[in-house]
């Protein structure tokens, strides 16, 4: 069975610092890994996906994450946090089957502080 | 890019009445479309995967006689919440499986049961 883990429910960090959002995942196979991003009330956004490739994928707004297979982790990362980062952010897996569904991890909330 | 139209986006029902959620896929055809449904705080839990023209597929737990998903056509796919009461109030979010191993989300539903 797959799954996503995220260990820390909520980050808090200074405006202007570098953030990182953890991700663990446990699937057979290799594993399609996503983050998105929810504001209040709203539906998810995308932020960047690794299907295969280099290990370091960039996204939007600044962010990228590293694909770690030995470590099993793909965790989210920014080198310069705004207050406008602040959001829910999501981690999803996947396997590369057509039609697979996605399952999320349990959402890390992300505070920047000014 | 691909983008699905979800209405309505806040719905107030009373208890017992059925309330209807509309995904529209506006610019490609969508063969597979996911329902989620999200408590406050909370991850997303996946309701069912439907797929255009044969029946939803349901995840354990869920009542498919409550919930009850049409997709009729590669660009409709709707959520009938049947006999609605409070514990029935949630948030709930459909998604479409992308042809680039993407998946693109509506921006949701506020169901409350009053």
């Known amino acids: 069975a797959q799954s996503v883990a995220q260990p820390e429910d909520q980050v808090n960090v200074a405006e202007g610092n570098p953030l990182t959002v953890k991700c663990t995942y446990s699937v057979s196979g290799n594993p399609y890994l996503f983050w998105y991003v929810q504001y209040p009330n709203r539906g998810l956004q995308f932020l960047l996906k690794y299907i295969t490739g280099d290990n370091l994928v960039k996204g939007s707004y600044g962010f990228e994450a590293e694909f770690n297979k030995s470590q099993t982790s793909f965790h989210l990362k920014k080198p310069s946090a705004l207050v406008s980062d602040s959001a829910l952010y999501f981690c999803a897996v996947s396997f590369q089957t057509s039609g697979s569904r996605l399952t999320f991890g349990e959402g890390t909330q992300l505070t920047v502080n000014p | 890019g691909a983008v699905v139209s979800q209405h309505p986006s806040r719905v107030i029902c009373k208890s017992g009445t059925s309330v209807k959620i509309e995904c529209r896929s506006l610019d490609f055809q969508a063969t597979t479309m996911f329902w989620y449904r999200q408590f406050p705080k909370q991850s997303l839990m996946l309701m069912a995967t439907?797929?255009?023209?044969?029946?939803?597929?349901?995840e354990q737990g869920v009542e498919k006689d409550k919930f009850l998903i049409n997709h009729a056509s590669l660009t409709l796919s709707t959520l009938t919440v049947t006999s609605a009461h409070p514990e029935d109030s949630s948030f709930y979010i459909c998604s479409a499986r992308l042809n680039n191993y993407g998946y693109t989300f509506g921006s949701g539903t506020r169901l409350t049961v009053v």
């Open positions: 439907s797929n255009e023209g044969s029946k939803a597929t349901y």
